[in-house]
């Protein structure tokens, strides 16, 4: 379970995160769901430990972030903004490398290595380097070694960013699967269709402050609407900000 509590980052005058709470529960998937700009990237960057917040509190399965950094990090399965994987390597040597820095011990590694290329539907790219993967390949691969030291949290900025639409349903379909292994989901998105899809919380960002939280029923009941994107539009004020 993630817990957030009045987070603040500011970049000079301009304030990206302004006093966001919330709780993302075990066997469940939260959505962080706001148009471009709203803060969603910058609130999950103090939450795997990459950005200290100016003010406030991350607790991740009753851990202070700030206090148990590392118990912390061992806890979090992450992709971030920036795939960032090392393009020299295979698949499968990428995953193995992220096992070893974990600390996985190897008997434990090869076999769950094998699962999650066998899950992600990565058998004929595992052993080819990541130089010239598609997008849907890095971020495959990015998945497979954000979770192969078995996190129970496991945070996901865009998994579906640039995907095209078999590598999409194959992504939900993992996404669910995490799920019902009972592990803390918490993805961000600008996409209407993903939220509504997976999500059994959303939590609305815009301009740094949560709007809106609650399952998709609660938003819609909550702004009178039956469409959740009219209700998306109507709690952070303006359709400008979809494209911004």
């Known amino acids: 379970m993630i817990e957030v509590n009045d987070l603040h980052k500011a970049f000079g005058e301009v304030r990206a995160v302004d006093g966001v709470s919330?709780?993302?529960?075990?066997?469940?998937?939260?959505?962080?769901?706001?148009?471009?700009?709203?803060?969603k990237t910058t609130t999950l960057r103090m939450l795997y430990t990459l950005m200290r917040p100016d003010k406030g509190r991350v607790l991740v399965d009753g851990r202070d972030a700030a206090v148990e950094t590392v118990a912390v990090r061992k806890s979090l399965g992450v992709l971030p903004d920036a795939r960032g994987l090392y393009k020299r390597l295979t698949a499968r040597e990428n995953i193995r490398y992220f096992a070893?820095?974990?600390?996985?011990?190897?008997a434990e590694a090869r076999p769950r290595e094998?699962?999650?290329?066998?899950?992600l539907g990565m058998a004929d790219i595992a052993e080819r380097r990541t130089e010239g993967f598609s997008q849907g390949q890095r971020v495959k691969t990015a998945i497979a070694r954000a979770l192969i030291h078995d996190p129970r949290n496991v945070l996901l900025d865009e998994p579906t960013n640039g995907l095209d639409v078999m590598s999409t349903r194959a992504m939900r379909g993992f996404l669910q699967q995490l799920k019902a292994e009972g592990r803390c989901v918490l993805f961000s998105s600008h996409i209407m269709q993903e939220v509504a899809l997976l999500c059994d919380r959303i939590v609305v960002i815009a301009k740094g402050h949560v709007v809106a939280q609650g399952t998709p029923d609660q938003l819609r009941a909550q702004t009178g609407e039956s469409n959740l994107e009219d209700a998306f539009v109507k709690v952070i004020g303006t359709d400008e900000g979809l494209f911004g």
């Open 114 to 119: 094998q699962r999650l290329i066998d899950a």
């Open 22 to 39: 919330f709780t993302a529960h075990d066997g469940q998937i939260t959505g962080l769901l706001g148009p471009n700009g709203a803060g």
């Open 100 to 106: 070893d820095l974990q600390g996985v011990p190897e």
